[in-house]
T-cell receptor, first 116, second 117 residues
Framework: EPEVTQTPSHQVTQMGQEVILRCVPI?????FYWYRQILGQKVEFLVS????????KSEIFDDQFSVERPDGSNFTLKIRSTKLEDSAMYFC??????????????FGQGTRLTVV | AQKITQTQPGMFVQEKEAVTLDCTYD???????LFWYKQPSSGEMIFLIY??????QNATEGRYSLNFQKARKSANLVISASQLGDSAMYFC??????????????FGQGTRLTINP
């Protein structure tokens, strides 16, 4: 069964460093998302991406964040200068070709980012 | 304003009993979809069931069913004959339909379900 793959599963980084979280969405999916979940809290939307551009972004997704789909298969989230409060589980998700409401988003297993 | 509210932070249920996890939502969009996801301790998000705002019947998927009461804006998840493997965090989420194809999911706070043997 096709799946969304995220690497690494766990990343520890020093405050102020740049990190890149990588995702390989399900091939032939067209809609891509990043969400984050601070430990013990709800899952929060960061950004959606469609047709090679950002569709929507949340207040959390400030200038320190960026997304790219560099080669048609990978989908990356970059945090330019990490802060302690960026520590969270980051989920990548992808959705199929239909814009219909009932198409589920498939989530990757997540990358746990720890900023020290 | 909270769009998705899950009022039960934790639930404890005996194995083989049925359990209902509550979810209420708030939207002015007539077209929306409601989802339930399961998050086991390993952390991944597993899709369970979907209910559309225009669906006439409550959704069912195996042991999962959704008690959809549109007038009350509630979409409670019912798990029948609970199993030890059902112990997990459960999230209710909503997608609103009027914003185009890349509609995001908005999640509730989650309910931690523990099944006791």
């Amino acid at each position: 069964e096709p799946e969304v793959t995220q690497t690494p599963s766990h990343q520890v980084t020093q405050m102020g460093q740049e990190v890149i979280l990588r995702c390989v969405p399900i091939s032939n999916h067209l809609y891509f998302y990043w969400y984050r979940q601070i430990l013990g809290q709800k899952v929060e939307f960061l950004v959606s991406f469609y047709n090679n551009e950002i569709s929507e972004k949340s207040e959390i997704f400030d200038d320190q964040f960026s997304v790219e789909r560099p080669d048609g298969s990978n989908f990356t989230l970059k945090i330019r200068s990490t802060k302690l409060e960026d520590s969270a589980m980051y989920f990548c998700a992808s959705r199929g070709q239909s814009p219909r409401l009932n198409t589920e988003a498939f989530f990757g297993q997540g990358t746990r980012l720890t900023v020290v | 304003a909270q769009k998705i509210t899950q009022t039960q932070p934790g639930m404890f249920v005996q194995e083989k009993e049925a359990v209902t996890l509550d979810c209420t939502y708030d939207t002015s969009d007539p077209s929306y979809g409601l989802f339930w996801y399961k998050q086991p301790s390993s952390g991944e998000m597993i899709f369970l069931i979907y209910q559309g705002s225009y669906d006439q019947q409550n959704a069912t998927e195996g042991r999962y069913s959704l008690n959809f009461q549109k007038a009350r804006k509630s979409a409670n998840l019912v798990i029948s004959a609970s199993q030890l493997g059902d112990s997990a965090m459960y999230f209710c989420a909503m997608r609103e339909g009027s914003r185009g194809g890349a509609q995001k999911l908005v999640f509730g706070q989650g309910t931690r379900l523990t099944i006791n043997p």
